[in-house]
């Protein structure tokens, strides 16, 4: 079982959550690339995660900037 995970796409991140994840740790390619995932995506992924009673932490990027996250908690 995995405490957090990072997934890049929604297969894994449905995988990552069959095996027990409980935080999400959402991003786009490498951690070293400036790209913010789609709003889709964030949207897809958090509902899917928060009927599954997991978080998920954003990574946001931009270039030229250093890199910030935000924590979605299910309600």
Do not use: C, R
């Not at 964030?42 to 009673?53: F, V």
């Not at 978080?55 to 908690?73: D, E, G, P, R, Y």
């Amino acid at each position: 079982m995995f405490s957090e995970i990072y997934v890049t796409d929604f297969h894994t991140l449905v995988q990552a959550i069959q095996a027990g994840a409980k935080k999400i740790l959402l991003g786009a390619g490498n951690l070293d690339q400036a790209v913010t995932v789609s709003k889709g995506f964030i949207a897809e992924a958090s509902k899917y995660a928060h009927e599954h009673q997991a978080s998920v932490t954003l990574i946001i990027k931009a270039k030229a900037q250093a890199m910030s996250t935000l924590t979605l908690k299910p309600k």
